[in-house]
């Protein structure tokens, strides 16, 4: 076995044989936790094996949830999973909060599918020579009270004398980094999704003590969808006059999508189906039809995405229109470049990306050149548990780029309400991999995001987020220490299992944030262990927090009434 340091990374390769088989082993270890392993199998002579198999044993205290194969965010419970063409099930995590670890099997000459409602169109090619075998390969997860072990087998396999195949697999230790609190609780955004007037976005945000604004496209700074190219001296004048106000800029930068109104769109017809998707399967569109645009210059089987039509302004009458393009090609080198541009030229705090098709190495690269000015990626999610994305969890399917996150944004088509609480915990939360997160849809829950040290966005829908830095920075939370629900030093226990609690703890204080999961309402008397919570309690009150909470007393010793699906902030003191 050899062994190489090459900077971040460490690479391994190894090789043996037998009478009938010689296989070749080489991997990479990232400094961020991600292992990269390539198996390869080559026949000297036709061989025949009852089963080719991959098994991890890992401890029962590392194996409370799982994610993946048919599980989304639960308690770890037994798996048996057969591979399926029309899923994107490819990946499988187990783990705790403080140590977990996702697989990922992988075909000969994968190709990474892509993602949203534009997943059909290219679909995850499931690793029917290797793993799945034809069908006689599958996965099994089996749950034990010391040991869980996990097992991807083949079934009975056969190769030709000369054929080779690649068992191809990843691994990716969580969490990445420890959670960075004091960053989360510090970044505030206003982000709205209507159009409105970016100056007046910024003077806003100012007076609320939001410090960072995102910039959709469609905007008249950004008019156009992943091209912040064309308006760029009044987004630089914007961008001037945030920065001014002590309030950075993140502009809507991705490489999913590709607008009509670039000037490179001709370039990208000349390469032929290098850069450009063409349609392939009943993928779905934002939009019913294909613009007559797209169609004229790139014909009908061109992948229409997102549009806008410009009613009023510098391009009434005009439209965005964008199109699909292939992912991991040159073009994410354009990206990177792109993004170098911006922020040397342009003078952007951060990008906010969607959902996308940008791999480890992409993202890397542009966390690097974002740290010249200490940027961010803030990055939103759609909920892809429906057949449109092929069924899979947002947290397995980006897993490889978490680690260069600074913020997320989970996301459309999550129903907090709805959701178990430790389906929040490992989809929604961030927490097991190290991030930290916000809510979107409906707004949010607050006191459900309280459980999680989460907030939603000012703007997006609804204006109440400064309510809740409100009450942070009352309480003085980036001081605090978080225990949430799940942590074994939790000082507060509410005597029912569907009304779940995180306390914020500070020397001589505490905020006991409480959510009722239940369907009915909920009578609790919370016990409070003074040894963890570090001091004896003499005052509990609710604090007020705007149009989320009305201010009061609370008794802790009379007892609580949390109605159904409904919460309770208290602070302690002293």
């Not at 990374?9 to 991600?34: D, T």
Request: hydrophobic content about 35%; glycine content about 10%.
């Amino acid at each position: 076995m050899t062994l190489e340091k090459n900077g971040g990374s460490v690479s391994i390769s190894a090789s043996g044989e037998s009478a009938g088989l010689q296989v070749k082993l080489a991997g990479i270890l990232h400094y961020e936790g991600s292992v990269d392993y390539k198996i390869l199998v080559t026949a000297k002579q036709d061989f025949s094996c009852s089963n080719i198999s991959l098994k991890a044993k890992i401890n029962a205290s590392c194996a409370q949830f799982i994610n993946g194969l048919g599980a989304y965010g639960s308690y770890a419970h037994n798996i048996r999973y057969k591979w399926e063409e029309t899923k994107q099930q490819d990946t499988f995590y187990v783990g705790a909060v403080n140590a977990g670890v996702r697989f990922k099997w992988k075909a000969q000459d994968y190709v990474r599918p892509l993602v949203n409602i534009y997943y059909k169109n290219l679909p995850l090619h499931i690793p029917t020579e290797t793993w799945d075998n034809g069908g006689r390969g599958g996965i099994r997860f089996e749950t034990g009270k010391e040991v869980c072990v996990l097992d991807a087998y083949t079934g009975a396999f056969r190769i030709k004398a000369g054929e080779s195949l690649s068992f191809d697999f990843e691994l990716h230790f969580t969490p990445f980094k420890p959670v960075d609190y004091k960053k989360h609780y510090a970044v505030r955004h206003s982000h709205y999704n209507n159009l409105k007037n970016g100056y007046k976005q910024v003077d806003e945000a100012a007076g609320l003590g939001l410090n960072y604004v995102n910039i959709h496209h469609g905007s008249e700074y950004h008019p156009f969808i992943n091209y912040p190219f064309i308006e760029t001296e009044n987004l630089k004048h914007l961008v001037q006059y945030a920065a001014y106000k002590d309030i950075g800029v993140n502009v809507y930068y991705t490489v999913r999508e590709h607008s009509n109104h670039m000037a490179e769109v001709f370039a990208y017809k000349a390469l032929g189906d290098e850069i450009i998707y063409r349609k392939n399967g009943d993928g779905h569109s934002w939009w019913k039809g294909v613009p007559e645009w797209l169609t004229e210059y790139f014909g009908d089987t061109i992948l229409p995405a997102w549009r806008v039509y410009y009613k009023h302004g510098k391009y009434k009458g005009d439209a965005d229109i964008s199109f699909i393009v292939r992912p991991d090609s040159r073009l994410d080198n354009y990206y990177i470049e792109g993004l170098d541009w911006l922020i040397k030229n342009i003078g952007i705090k951060g990008i906010y990306i969607d959902d996308t098709s940008l791999d480890r190495t992409t993202v890397e690269r542009a966390k690097k050149v974002l740290a010249q000015n200490g940027g961010m990626i803030d990055m939103h999610m759609w909920n892809h548990e429906e057949p449109r994305a092929g069924d899979t969890s947002c947290m397995n399917l980006y897993t490889e780029i978490l680690p260069f996150l600074d913020s997320l944004w989970i996301g459309e088509g999550y129903a907090y309400k709805k959701l178990s609480p430790e389906y929040l915990l490992m989809e929604v939360s961030g927490i097991p991999y190290g991030n930290a997160s916000q809510m979107l849809e409906g707004g949010g829950e607050p006191f459900i995001g309280m459980l999680y040290a989460m907030n939603n966005r000012y703007g997006w829908g609804v204006k109440n987020a400064h309510h809740i830095y409100k009450l942070w920075d009352d309480f003085g939370i980036e001081d605090s220490e978080m225990r949430g629900w799940w942590h074994s030093q939790n000082p507060v226990c509410t005597g029912n299992d569907e009304v779940k609690a995180t306390v914020y703890l500070k020397k001589g204080s505490a905020l006991i944030c409480m959510y009722n999961f239940g369907r009915h309402a909920a009578y609790i008397r919370p016990r409070i262990q003074e040894t963890l919570l570090g001091f004896s309690p003499r005052t509990a009150f609710r604090p007020h927090i705007g149009t989320i909470q009305h201010g009061g007393r609370a008794d802790l010793h009379k007892g609580l009434r949390l109605g159904a699906k409904k919460g309770m902030i208290l602070e302690v003191k002293a």
